[in-house]
């Protein structure tokens, strides 16, 4: 998950190490506090509603009949894309607040529950053909049990698709605020920057890492790298945010990735 905030690359603060962070840790990544606030902006927005979606769901293909599970599923939208094309799909989240959201848009009847990415899962292994995971892999400074857990829970040959920020654009981000001397792109590094949403705001605590990092965590998890991403906006995009669109009708945001469980 993100905000326009995060990629407009406007409002970070200064990057700091893991033995370097200050923030008071139940204040950081709290989408309880701001779950309304965050949902309304996810609903429409160019970044998130016209681009990492709709790539999402570019890479899935025929999701017909397919189980499929949706982690950090947030408040659903995804989720609710997937089921709209035939998928049976299940989802957990950190947030209540969020999975309270989720279960309003897909109903009481909706596979949800909470469980951390970085922890073990409640589900049983081989379970699911495919699993997406969308912007939350950026939140852990270990990926290896997160993606040892999802590699379990899918069947031998199913996917998992992943968005991420982009680690060039993160990098990008910090040369132009003038931080190079003490931001390496080459090394896994924590930052924080504040996020403003419908008059909420909220710190967020992110992890960058270089693309091989994450190229060798995959492996490492069991993965085979199928696809590597970095598609254009969705066609509507250039009606519903022509100005955005004119500067910009390509941008480093996001990075995709499809993986074949071995």
């Known amino acids: 998950m993100t905000s326009n905030e995060h990629q407009e690359h406007a409002s970070a603060t200064r990057p700091t190490s893991s033995s370097a962070v200050t923030v008071d840790p139940p204040k950081v990544n709290d989408y309880n506090g701001f779950a309304e606030a965050y949902t309304a902006e996810n609903e429409t927005n160019l970044l998130n ?18 189980r499929i599970l949706d982690a950090g599923c947030g408040s659903g939208p995804l989720s609710e894309a997937l ?81 991420v920020d982009h680690p060039f654009a993160i990098n990008l981000m910090h ?39 994450m190229t060798e965590a995959f492996t490492k998890a069991g993965f085979r790298i199928t696809v590597i991403s970095e598609p254009e906006p969705d ?15 390509r941008f480093l945001c996001f990075l995709f990735f499809v993986l074949r469980a071995e």
């Open 49 to 66: 509603a016209h681009y990492e979606r709709p790539a999402m769901l570019a890479l899935a293909g025929e999701v017909s009949g397919r």
């Open 83 to 163: 089921r709209e094309r035939g998928a049976v799909v299940s989802g957990f989240d950190a947030s209540a607040g969020m999975l309270e959201l989720a279960r309003r848009r897909l109903g009481d009847s909706a596979d949800l529950r909470v469980a951390d990415l970085g922890g073990p899962l409640p589900y049983s292994d081989d379970t699911f053909d495919d699993v997406v995971a969308s912007l939350v892999l950026h939140y852990l400074e270990d990926w290896g049990p997160a993606l040892t857990e999802l590699r379990r829970v899918l069947k031998p040959g199913g996917r998992l698709i992943a968005s």
């Open 175 to 213: 040369r132009q605020a003038g931080r190079e001397a003490e931001y390496n792109y080459f090394d896994t590094t924590n930052w924080t920057e504040e996020w403003t949403m419908a008059g909420r705001t909220a710190l967020m605590s992110i992890w960058h890492r270089p693309l091989h990092a």
């Open 235 to 249: 066609p509507a995009a250039r009606k519903l945010f022509p100005e955005a669109i004119a500067a910009r009708p």
